[in-house]
């Protein structure tokens, strides 16, 4: 059965980091093109980072870019996300999703993931 589960949210000072974790299940993360995205209240769910399948190449919205890094464990079939310097506009719930295995790359658009993990809350409040 294909699941994907986040952790490692929780809530934060402006400033401060945290690691999440998209523990997969049911498929190879490594076959797959992997993305983090998040929403907001009231807001629509936008791409924060993207992996790609294989060559683990890697995508960032510009919003993030600098703080944020995504990266795949293979042998635990895992993808992080390491969120420094966050900001309370980082504050969201987060995402990780698969995407579809023939994508040459990733994308930072939430419209082609085909499935889901739960989410995880981040909240960056001072």
Do not use: H
Not at 13 to 28: D, H, I, M, Y
């Amino acid at each position: 059965q294909v699941q994907l589960v986040e952790s490692g949210g929780g809530l934060v000072q402006p400033g401060g980091s945290l690691k999440l974790s998209c523990a997969a299940s049911g498929f190879t993360v490594d076959d797959y093109p992997i993305g983090w995205f998040r929403q907001a209240p009231g807001k629509e769910r936008e791409g924060v980072s993207c992996i790609g399948r294989s060559d683990g190449r890697t995508y960032y919205a510009d919003s993030v870019m600098g703080r944020f890094t995504i990266s795949r464990d293979n042998a635990k079939n895992t993808v992080y996300l390491q969120m420094n310097g966050l900001k309370p506009e980082d504050t969201a719930v987060y995402y990780c999703a698969r995407q579809p295995r023939q994508f040459r790359r990733c994308v930072l658009s939430p419209g082609p993931s085909d499935f889901w993990g739960q989410g995880t809350q981040v909240t960056v409040s001072s």
